[in-house]
Protein backbone atom coordinates (compact mmCIF):
# COMPACT_ATOMS: atom_id res chain seq x y z
CA UNK A 1 0.00 0.00 0.00
CA UNK A 2 1.67 3.40 -1.48
CA UNK A 3 1.07 6.22 0.99
CA UNK A 4 1.11 9.99 0.04
CA UNK A 5 2.00 12.30 3.34
CA UNK A 6 1.23 15.82 3.54
CA UNK A 7 2.83 18.22 5.98
CA UNK A 8 -0.28 21.48 5.84
CA UNK A 9 1.47 24.51 6.02
CA UNK A 10 -0.13 28.17 6.11
CA UNK A 11 2.38 28.41 2.95
CA UNK A 12 3.41 25.28 1.66
CA UNK A 13 2.62 21.76 1.53
CA UNK A 14 5.39 19.16 2.38
CA UNK A 15 4.73 16.01 0.34
CA UNK A 16 6.43 12.46 1.15
CA UNK A 17 5.44 9.01 -0.03
CA UNK A 18 6.20 5.02 0.94
CA UNK A 19 7.23 2.89 -1.23
CA UNK A 20 4.92 0.07 -2.71
CA UNK A 21 4.98 -1.94 0.20
CA UNK A 22 4.78 0.74 2.62
CA UNK A 23 7.87 0.19 4.41
CA UNK A 24 9.94 3.12 3.52
CA UNK A 25 9.18 6.61 3.47
CA UNK A 26 10.46 9.86 1.16
CA UNK A 27 10.49 13.25 0.87
CA UNK A 28 9.04 14.17 -2.74
CA UNK A 29 8.28 17.51 -3.23
CA UNK A 30 6.90 20.78 -1.63
CA UNK A 31 4.27 22.73 -3.01
CA UNK A 32 2.25 25.80 -2.35
CA UNK A 33 -0.75 24.88 0.24
CA UNK A 34 -2.87 26.24 -2.29
CA UNK A 35 -2.04 24.41 -5.11
CA UNK A 36 -2.98 21.37 -2.85
CA UNK A 37 -5.63 22.57 -1.38
CA UNK A 38 -6.78 23.74 -5.06
CA UNK A 39 -6.51 20.35 -6.29
CA UNK A 40 -3.69 22.53 -9.03
CA UNK A 41 -2.26 20.64 -11.54
CA UNK A 42 1.21 20.15 -10.20
CA UNK A 43 -0.81 18.38 -7.39
CA UNK A 44 -2.55 16.05 -9.57
CA UNK A 45 0.56 15.29 -11.04
CA UNK A 46 2.07 14.02 -8.16
CA UNK A 47 -1.20 11.88 -7.24
CA UNK A 48 -0.90 10.49 -11.27
CA UNK A 49 2.77 9.93 -10.61
CA UNK A 50 2.89 7.67 -7.37
CA UNK A 51 -0.68 6.53 -7.61
CA UNK A 52 -1.18 6.15 -3.34
CA UNK A 53 -3.76 4.27 -1.95
CA UNK A 54 -4.24 6.25 1.70
CA UNK A 55 -3.45 10.07 2.09
CA UNK A 56 -1.86 10.87 5.76
CA UNK A 57 -2.08 14.06 7.12
CA UNK A 58 0.41 15.07 9.32
CA UNK A 59 -1.67 16.55 12.55
CA UNK A 60 -0.43 19.35 15.53
CA UNK A 61 -0.05 18.46 18.60
CA UNK A 62 1.21 19.74 21.76
CA UNK A 63 3.79 17.84 23.41
CA UNK A 64 1.30 16.93 26.25
CA UNK A 65 -0.66 14.70 22.90
CA UNK A 66 -3.38 16.94 22.69
CA UNK A 67 -4.67 18.62 19.20
CA UNK A 68 -2.58 22.01 19.06
CA UNK A 69 -4.91 25.23 17.81
CA UNK A 70 -4.50 24.59 14.23
CA UNK A 71 -5.50 21.27 14.47
CA UNK A 72 -9.15 21.90 13.19
CA UNK A 73 -7.69 24.11 10.60
CA UNK A 74 -5.57 21.10 9.45
CA UNK A 75 -8.21 18.45 10.10
CA UNK A 76 -10.65 20.59 7.44
CA UNK A 77 -8.09 21.38 5.07
CA UNK A 78 -6.87 17.63 4.66
CA UNK A 79 -10.42 16.55 4.47
CA UNK A 80 -11.20 18.57 1.87
CA UNK A 81 -7.76 17.69 -0.15
CA UNK A 82 -8.57 13.64 0.64
CA UNK A 83 -11.78 14.36 -0.83
CA UNK A 84 -10.60 16.13 -4.37
CA UNK A 85 -7.80 13.28 -4.56
CA UNK A 86 -10.45 10.64 -4.43
CA UNK A 87 -8.57 8.96 -0.67
CA UNK A 88 -9.00 7.70 2.22
CA UNK A 89 -7.66 10.01 4.99
CA UNK A 90 -5.67 9.32 8.12
CA UNK A 91 -3.62 11.30 10.40
CA UNK A 92 -0.67 11.38 12.52
CA UNK A 93 0.95 13.10 15.37
CA UNK A 94 3.27 15.41 13.63
CA UNK A 95 5.23 16.72 17.01
CA UNK A 96 8.73 17.71 16.46
CA UNK A 97 8.95 16.96 12.68
CA UNK A 98 9.84 20.05 11.33
CA UNK A 99 12.69 20.28 14.21
CA UNK A 100 13.83 17.27 13.55
CA UNK A 101 13.79 17.93 9.50
CA UNK A 102 16.03 21.48 10.60
CA UNK A 103 18.51 19.30 12.51
CA UNK A 104 18.93 16.61 9.82
CA UNK A 105 19.46 19.00 7.20
CA UNK A 106 22.09 20.86 9.43
CA UNK A 107 24.19 18.20 9.85
CA UNK A 108 23.83 17.72 5.97
CA UNK A 109 25.11 21.52 6.32
CA UNK A 110 22.60 23.23 4.68
CA UNK A 111 21.79 27.13 5.88
CA UNK A 112 18.67 28.28 7.05
CA UNK A 113 18.16 30.23 3.26
CA UNK A 114 19.26 26.80 1.96
CA UNK A 115 16.49 24.57 3.66
CA UNK A 116 13.46 26.97 2.61
CA UNK A 117 11.47 24.37 0.67
CA UNK A 118 13.12 21.57 2.18
CA UNK A 119 11.77 21.26 5.67
CA UNK A 120 8.45 20.53 4.89
CA UNK A 121 9.18 17.88 2.08
CA UNK A 122 11.58 16.18 5.05
CA UNK A 123 9.09 16.82 8.10
CA UNK A 124 6.15 14.75 6.29
CA UNK A 125 8.91 11.80 5.52
CA UNK A 126 9.99 11.90 9.29
CA UNK A 127 6.12 11.73 10.49
CA UNK A 128 5.37 9.00 7.70
CA UNK A 129 7.81 7.15 8.47
CA UNK A 130 7.11 6.80 11.78
CA UNK A 131 3.77 5.87 11.06
CA UNK A 132 4.61 3.16 8.71
CA UNK A 133 7.14 1.55 12.04
CA UNK A 134 3.90 1.26 13.65
CA UNK A 135 1.77 -0.10 11.60
CA UNK A 136 4.83 -2.59 10.55
CA UNK A 137 4.78 -3.31 14.53
CA UNK A 138 1.20 -3.41 15.22
CA UNK A 139 0.87 -6.16 12.16
CA UNK A 140 4.36 -7.92 13.50
CA UNK A 141 2.64 -8.60 16.94
CA UNK A 142 -0.58 -9.92 15.78
CA UNK A 143 0.74 -12.12 13.00
CA UNK A 144 -0.33 -15.62 14.55
CA UNK A 145 -2.21 -14.68 16.56
CA UNK A 146 -5.43 -16.87 16.99
CA UNK A 147 -8.62 -15.49 17.57
CA UNK A 148 -10.69 -17.78 20.71
Do not use: Y
Request: proline content about 5%; glycine content about 8%.
Amino acid sequence: MRVLAIDIGEVRCGIAVSDPRGSVASPVTVLPTRAVLENAPEFRRVLEDWEPDLLLSGLPKTMAGAEGKQAARIRAAAQKIAARAGLPLEFADERLSSREAKRILRAQGLTERDMRGKVDGVAASLFLQSWLDRRQSNESHTEGVRPW
